[in-house]
């Protein structure tokens, strides 16, 4: 795309502003779908080779689902979706490298923006597993949900695989590597966690993150549980 693209405005075959603009745009977009594959291919190496995730430090829950989806803010205004943020109160902290944590939830935010469908929704939750009782052992779960095309029962099989892409993504032609939800488990397992989907065509999958909770250290301040719905952008 890259390729195409500048090729055409560097023979000349496009010159009219709008048009120059919009091929402009899109080798922009090209070029970041390129610089997050390159990021994905350099952490799944980096956990293969035992070198990652690198740091370990205190995360509060409610930072990590605020700041990524602030990271894939520009996703969702250009795609008109409505998202919907619950978060637990005095959820406690997880423990891990943070910017490998917040790379795993933007994965799971992105893919609810490219696969969500018409519905134009998603809702992002932070909470403790049911039935824990802070600061008893727990894991605390980072869900992230849509009312998309879903994936059928084969599709969930294989969906964690390096470079597997659903049959519906492909012949949608929609953006995709399939490296995204493998680094994603990586991640989890590296933090002592896991990740699970829930899914049925056409009604939505619900992607569950759970990591452990640090239990030596007082719970985090929160605000209450709150239901924050930020309407579509109206650009």
């Known amino acids: 795309v890259i390729g195409a693209a500048a090729g055409n405005l560097a023979d000349g075959v496009v010159g009219d502003p709008q048009r120059v603009r919009k091929y402009g745009e899109t080798i922009q977009g090209g070029a970041r779908r390129l610089a997050e594959t390159a990021g994905r291919v350099l952490q799944l190496a980096g956990i293969a080779a035992g070198s ?103 599709g969930r099989k294989h969906i964690f695989e390096a470079f597997y892409r659903g049959r519906d993504a492909v012949s949608q032609q929609i953006q995709g590597s399939g490296l995204g939800l493998n680094l994603v488990q990586r991640i989890a397992e590296a933090h002592g966690g896991k990740v699970a989907v829930t899914s049925e065509p056409g009604k939505g ?18 605000e209450p549980l709150t239901l924050v719905r930020q309407a579509p952008s109206s650009r």
């Open 52 to 154: 990652a995730p690198a740091s370990q430090a205190p995360v509060n829950p409610a930072d990590l689902v605020h700041e990524s989806i602030g990271a894939c803010r520009n996703d969702i205004d250009s795609a008109g979706f409505t998202v919907e943020v619950s978060i637990a109160d005095h959820l406690p902290h997880v423990v891990g490298d943070v910017t490998a944590l917040r790379s795993a939830l933007q994965n799971l935010i992105s893919n609810a923006v490219k696969y969500g469908g018409p519905a134009r929704w998603l809702r992002v939750s932070a909470l403790p597993t049911p039935g824990s009782r802070f600061p008893a052992p727990g894991l605390i779960q980072f869900v992230v949900e849509d009312r998309g095309m879903g994936i059928g029962a084969e």
């Open 205 to 222: 999958s619900t992607f569950t993150l759970s990591l452990p909770a640090v239990h030596d250290r007082p719970a985090a301040e929160s």
